[in-house]
């Protein structure tokens, strides 16, 4: 039998023979994508060992969100400014964790990409096994490559995103990454530590019956979105509920069998709890791309340019049907 490593596509591969594609590339953008692969496998490893490594708990510290940073957050954030700062090319890195941009040193290249993240998404679900994972958004920086970039290259519009993506840390580490063209899942082969393409061009599922919120929170929705999600639980509806609690874990899923995830904004939370610039931007140009939507309820996700770095957002993304059919309810409640 032939083994994976023989007949796979490594993701290196499949990076190279992308950018061969585009003659005007510099090799920084490779360079960027191997880096962050770089720093998932090194995450997907401690992630894998952390109960053993003494990494589950929380480091005593509270974040910019107020939240308990947990000793994975810390070494998932640091782990990737460390692998892309010194890379050459990117100029800033924004993360969850850090309260504003992190800046490339001056002792190496500013490069030409904006890197925003989540390092460790599910930060709640650590130390209970269940999957995390890290997620990014790539845009290309507005002033010249070699300088120290601004918040004008920082705050850009989702539709300014050149590459986004998400690592999954579950049963299986698993990559999926889009450069506008397409989204691919690449799975983490742990015993050669080498990403192979696992998902070529993944579509959303037409099977669109399954919803993921979490509806402890119903009495503080709006009446619309209450009604909506009261309508899918009918018996001639048929619709089946799946919430794991982690962005990553609950985009994933629904992203291979088909679904909506609705974080809506609600009383606790009036402009939502999810973060525009590093969670739902790169999920949206990922469903975007595989033929779905997402929208904050009103308007279409990536159309947005955030006011700041940890602007919250509500989110709707999926199937393009149940996003449309909740779109079409709240913005017609608002009239
Ligand atoms: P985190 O970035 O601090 O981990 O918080 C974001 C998480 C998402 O992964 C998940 O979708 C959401 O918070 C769950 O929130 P809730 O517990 O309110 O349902
Ligand atoms: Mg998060």
Redesign the pocket.
Known sequence: MRSQFEEGITLDRFIYETTQAHPESTGRFSTLLRQISLASRLVSARVNRAGLAGMLGTTGEVNV?G?FVQKLDEYANNTFKRALEHAGCVAAILS?EDEGPYFTPERFHSGRYIFAM?P?????NIDVNASIGTIFAVFRRRSPEGSRADMGDILQSGNDIVAAGYVIYGSGTVMVLSTGAGVHGFTLDPSVGEFFLSHPDIRLSSDTRMYSV?EG?TATWTPEVQKWVADRKTLEAGWKQR?I????A?FHRNLIKGGVFL?PRSSANPKG???LMY?AFPLAFLVEAAGGRATNGHDRILDQTPGGLHDRTPLFIGNPDPVDEITALIRSAAQ
Do not use: I, P, T
Request: hydrophobic share 20%.
């Open positions: 969100q939240e969850e989540d460790l998404d599910g930060s709640s979490n929170y919430y609690g982690s962005l990553v609950d974080y709890k999810l973060r969670e």
